[in-house]
């Protein structure tokens, strides 16, 4: 399972057929990404030439019209399929630059991100 191996921030279940919202993240995201059961990642672009579309790592679109982005972080499937089943995550529209630290000092890893959906 793909949750024996990754961290995410929670998982749910959901029935093949029905809508599901994914609220992946609290902030503007410049891109969701999933990695499907098979361990195929895939990236939905909010901005850029493949706005709206799912992408493999090749660069091939994937049918995307069961989806829709809801400002600022939010990912609704229309009608839930079990090739839905991933884990769901996000990249930020806007990245910090690292920070220097003084020699000694360390920053906590933040909480884990992502949402594992199952789809029966």
Do not use: C, M
Request: hydrophobic share 40%; aromatic share 8%; charged share 20%.
């Amino acid at each position: 399972a793909i949750g024996a191996t990754s961290a995410f921030a929670f998982g749910f279940a959901a029935d093949a057929g029905k809508e599901v919202t994914l609220p992946v993240a609290q902030e503007k995201v410049k891109a969701f990404t999933r990695v499907l059961k098979n361990g195929e990642k895939q990236t939905y672009n909010i901005v850029g030439p493949n706005k709206g579309t799912w992408v493999d790592a090749k660069g091939k679109k994937i049918p995307s019209s069961n989806f829709v982005f809801r400002e600022p972080g939010t990912l609704v499937i229309k009608k839930a399929t079990k090739g839905d089943s991933a884990v769901y995550d996000y990249e930020p529209l806007v990245t910090l630059p690292p920070t220097i630290l003084p020699p000694g000092a360390h920053i906590d890893p933040g909480n884990p991100t992502g949402i594992e959906l199952t789809v029966n």
